[in-house]
C-alpha cells in the first residue's frame, strides 16, 4: 500500500526549459511518512517482544546492569579485575584500539555470563514447575515444604513484568506415563460398568497389550515425546478435529451466553462497544502486552492457543481439515454479518482503533442498507449453511464454486482473514426464564443453520435488544480460551458504566465520533444454479440435524457451591456423582462419562479426560436407591466418591490420566499397522454423558469485580456444546 501511495505522490515532469521538476503531493508525503512509522514501530515491537521472549526469565535490564557493573570493575581495579583475564583468552580483542578493547570485553564477558545465568534459571524454574503436588495438598492445610517451593518459584520467576508467551520456554513438557499404570488405572475406572465375564476378558486384553505391542508401541512415543513439543497435542488436533468429517455445528462447536446485566437496548451501540473492547483485547496480544494466566499468582499456564485467537478459520478438506491463521497485520478488520449480506470493517483508522461511536456509525449504515433493500439472493444468504454441514461437501463445495471465481475468492478471503465475525440478528432473546436462556441457547449453539459462519474461530452475535453471545470453533483452541476473550467484555463494560463512557441517556455509545465516516465495503458473491442447488439442499441437511438436538438450561437456585463447600465437598464432584445418579435414574444403568479437565500446566497442553463415574461413584448411586442405607452412610459414600473423584482430577492435571496416553498409544499402533484387540476395544467405548465446565473469572481484575455489590448481574449463565454420542448427553 504504501508503494502504491509513493508512486502517485511524486510527479516528475519537464518544464518550458527542459529542466526536470518535482512535485510533491503533501498529503500523500505524509501519509506515506506515517505509513513508513506505523511500520516501524511494529518492527521494532516485533524485535522487542522476540528478545524479551528469548531471554525471560532474565531481563534487558538485568544485562545492561551487569554490563555497567564490569565495565566499572575495569576502571575501579585494573589489576585486579577478571576483564584483564578475559581479554587474554580473546586473540581478536588485540586487533581493536586499546580504548576500545575493555568496553568489547565487558559486552562478551556479560553476555556470556548472562546466557548461562539465564539458561541456568530457566532450567531451575522449569525443574520447580514439574513438581505438581501442590494440586493435592487440601485447602487451607498447605505444608512448608509446599510453601518454601512456592517462593522459589516466585523468586526464580524474576521481578519483571512478564509478556503474554514469557512463560512458554520455562514450561516443563506433558510427561509420559507408563504403560502399566495407564492399563492399571483405566481398568479401575471400567468396573462398575462390566459384568465380571467382560471385566475378566479386558484384563486378559490388557495383559497381553502390555507383554506385547504395548512396550514396542511406548518406544516410539518415547521417541516422539522427546522431539516433540507436546506427544498428544500435535495428532488430538489432527485425529480428533480436523480429521472429523461430520458437521462442526452441534458436533463440535461450543457457546458461551451474555452475562444478566445490559445498559443498552440498542443492538448497534452494544455491538460497537464489545467490538472496541474485543479490538483492545487483539491489540494487547498483539503485542504480547496481555497479562499470562498464572494460578494461585505464581503458577504460568500454557498461553499457546491465545496465538490463533484471531484470524483463524477451519478451511476445510475432503480428508482432513486445515487450520488457517493469519499475521495480525493482516488481520484488522472483522465481517459483519446480516441477513445474507456481508461487510468487512475496519477495526482502524489512521494508525488507532476506532471507537464505540465511530464503529457505532459504519454499523448502522449496515442495518440502514438492510431495512431499505432486502432483495439478497436465497443463495447468498444461506452460504454460511455449508460451514455446517459434512466437511467434504463443503470442501468440493469451496474448491469449485468459491476459489473458482475471482470474486467469490476475493470474498472468502476477507472473511477468513477477518479477526472475527458480528452477526447483526433477528428477535429477542433474553435470560430472565429457563425458556428464554434455553432459547438463546440453542441459538448460540446452531441458530437456524445458516445465519453463523462455524468455520470461524470467534462470532459474536448481537440481537435487537442488545443481547449477545459469542460462538467458536473449537479445534483451534479450548473453552477456557474464549471464556476469557468474554470475561474481559464483561470487566471493560462494567469499567466503561461506571466512568460514563459506555452509552449516554439514549442507549448510544457515549462520546462523538471523530473518524470520517466510510461505509463498510460489501463483499459481493456469484453463484450459478448448480451453486445455488447445492446450498438450499444443505438447508434441509443442517435443519435435519438441528431437528435431532433437545437443548435445555436448567436454572438451579435452591443452593450453590458456597453451601457444597460447607460440607467439605468438591463443587465439581458433588455435581458429578449427582449426574452419575440423574444418568442412572434415567437410563437404569452407568455410562462411561466424560469430564474436559486442562493440562495447560504443561507446555502446549490441552485437555485430558477425567472419568467421573467410579467404583465409589457406583457405590454411592446405588445407596441413593436403597431405601435400607442410613443418611449417614449416603454421606460417607458421597464422599470417599468425591475424593476419589477430586484424586482422578488432579492426576488428569498433572500428566498422568488415562485416556490421552492410550489414545498416542493408539495412534502410534496405527502408524505401525498393528491391530490390538485391546485399543480397539478402549477407543471403540461411546461417551454418552460428557461434561464440561468454564470457569466464570480467570483473572484478578474478574475475581475482585465479582466479589463486588453488583457481582450478581454480572454472572454468565455459563455456555454449552453437543452431545458426542448419537444417544447421549452434553452436560
Not at 535490564?61 to 555497567?68: D, G, I, N, T, Y
Not at 444418568?583 to 455410562?591: I, K, L
Amino acid at each position: 500500500m504504501a508503494e502504491a501511495r509513493l508512486a502517485v505522490a511524486f510527479k516528475l515532469q519537464v518544464n518550458d526549459d527542459g529542466n526536470l521538476e518535482v512535485k510533491l503531493d503533501r498529503t500523500l508525503v505524509y501519509h506515506v511518512l506515517l505509513s513508513l512509522v506505523r511500520t516501524a514501530i511494529k518492527n521494532i515491537t516485533y524485535v522487542r517482544n522476540v528478545i524479551i521472549r528469548t531471554i525471560y526469565p532474565g531481563s534487558v535490564w538485568m544485562l545492561l546492569a551487569l554490563l555497567v557493573a564490569l565495565y566499572a570493575a575495569q576502571h575501579i581495579r585494573p589489576d585486579q579485575a577478571i576483564l584483564s583475564a578475559w581479554q587474554s583468552y580473546i586473540p581478536l580483542l588485540t586487533y581493536l584500539p586499546t580504548a576500545g578493547q575493555g568496553p568489547v570485553a565487558a559486552l562478551l564477558l556479560g553476555a556470556s555470563i548472562f546466557t548461562v545465568g539465564m539458561f541456568i534459571q530457566r532450567y531451575l524454574l522449569m525443574l520447580l514447575l514439574s513438581y505438581k503436588g501442590f494440586l493435592f495438598v487440601p485447602h487451607g492445610q498447605t505444608p512448608w515444604r509446599v510453601r518454601i517451593w512456592f517462593q522459589l518459584v516466585k523468586l526464580l520467576e524474576g521481578f519483571g513484568k512478564p509478556t503474554t508467551y514469557s512463560f512458554q520456554t520455562t514450561l516443563p513438557c506433558q510427561p509420559l506415563p507408563s504403560v502399566r499404570d495407564t492399563c492399571e488405572r483405566y481398568l479401575r475406572t471400567v468396573r462398575h460398568l462390566l459384568t465380571d465375564e467382560r471385566y475378566a476378558e479386558m484384563e486378559r486384553m490388557s495383559q497381553s497389550f502390555q507383554g506385547s505391542l504395548g512396550p514396542r508401541v511406548q518406544r516410539y512415543l518415547w521417541l516422539w515425546w522427546f522431539c516433540s513439543k507436546n506427544y498428544v497435542s500435535e495428532w488430538w488436533l489432527k485425529y480428533v478435529y480436523l480429521r472429523g468429517r461430520s458437521p462442526i455445528m452441534i458436533n463440535s462447536n461450543y457457546y458461551i451466553l451474555d452475562t444478566v446485566r445490559k445498559h443498552t437496548e440498542r443492538q448497534v451501540s452494544r455491538a460497537s462497544v464489545i467490538v472496541h473492547v474485543v479490538a483492545r483485547f487483539k491489540e494487547r496480544l498483539d503485542h504480547e502486552l496481555l497479562d499470562p494466566i498464572l494460578v494461585q499468582g505464581a503458577i504460568p499456564l500454557c498461553m499457546d492457543q491465545y496465538s490463533r485467537v484471531f484470524g483463524t478459520t477451519r478451511a476445510p478438506g475432503v480428508e482432513e481439515d486445515t487450520i488457517e491463521h493469519v499475521a495480525p497485520s493482516q488481520s484488522q478488520h472483522f465481517v459483519a454479518m446480516r441477513h445474507g449480506r456481508f461487510y468487512e470493517v475496519p477495526l482502524k483508522w489512521n494508525g488507532r482503533l476506532l471507537t464505540p461511536p465511530e464503529l457505532e456509525e459504519r454499523l448502522q449504515t449496515v442495518l440502514d442498507e438492510d431495512a431499505l433493500d432486502r432483495d439478497t439472493p436465497a443463495a447468498h444468504v444461506h452460504l454460511p449453511v455449508m460451514t455446517a454441514v459434512d466437511r467434504p461437501t463443503w470442501a468440493a463445495f469451496r474448491e469449485s464454486h468459491v476459489f473458482a471465481d475471482p470474486t467469490n475468492r476475493h470474498s472468502m478471503e476477507r472473511v477468513e482473514s477477518a479477526a472475527f465475525i458480528l452477526v447483526l440478528d433477528d428477535g429477542r432473546p433474553d435470560l430472565e426464564t429457563d425458556e428464554q436462556v434455553t432459547d438463546m441457547g440453542r441459538r448460540a449453539l446452531h441458530g437456524n443453520g445458516y445465519n453463523r459462519w462455524f468455520d470461524k474461530s470467534l462470532v459474536f452475535t448481537v440481537y435487537e435488544n442488545a443481547r449477545f453471545h459469542v460462538s467458536a470453533e473449537h479445534a483451534w483452541a479450548d473453552a477456557p480460551v474464549v471464556a476469557h476473550i468474554t470475561e474481559n467484555i464483561y470487566i471493560s463494560e462494567h469499567h466503561l458504566h461506571h466512568e460514563g463512557r459506555d452509552y449516554d441517556a439514549d442507549g448510544q455509545c457515549a462520546g462523538a465520533a471523530l473518524a470520517p465516516l466510510r461505509p463498510p465495503q460489501r463483499l459481493q458473491w456469484r453463484f450459478n444454479k448448480d451453486a445455488a442447488a447445492t446450498i438450499e439442499r444443505c438447508v434441509g441437511t443442517a435443519a435435519t440435524l438441528i431437528a435431532d438436538l433437545d437443548l435445555h438450561v436448567l436454572d438451579y437456585n435452591q443452593f450453590g457451591k458456597g453451601a457444597i463447600k460447607k460440607c467439605r465437598v468438591s463443587p465439581d464432584a458433588f455435581v458429578q456423582m449427582a449426574l452419575q445418579l440423574a444418568y442412572f435414574r434415567d437410563s437404569g444403568r452407568f455410562a462411561l462419562t466424560y469430564e474436559a479437565s486442562m493440562t495447560r500446566l504443561y507446555r502446549n497442553g490441552r485437555t485430558e479426560t477425567v472419568r467421573p463415574g467410579t467404583v465409589e461413584s457406583s457405590a454411592f448411586v446405588h445407596a441413593m436407591e436403597d431405601a435400607s442405607v442410613t443418611r449417614e452412610q449416603r454421606r460417607a459414600l458421597l464422599s470417599c466418591a468425591t475424593t476419589v473423584h477430586q484424586d482422578n482430577y488432579r492426576n488428569a492435571m498433572a500428566g498422568r490420566g488415562v485416556d490421552r496416553h492410550l489414545f498416542t498409544m493408539y495412534v502410534v499402533a496405527q502408524y505401525l499397522k498393528e491391530k490390538s484387540p485391546f485399543l480397539d476395544a478402549v477407543l471403540g467405548e461411546p461417551w454418552r454423558l460428557s461434561t464440561s465446565q468454564t470457569p466464570q473469572t480467570q483473572t484478578k481484575a474478574g475475581i475482585q469485580i465479582l466479589k463486588g455489590e453488583d457481582a450478581a448481574t454480572l454472572h454468565s449463565p455459563g455456555g454449552g456444546f453437543g452431545p458426542v454420542a448419537d444417544d447421549g448427553y452434553g452436560v
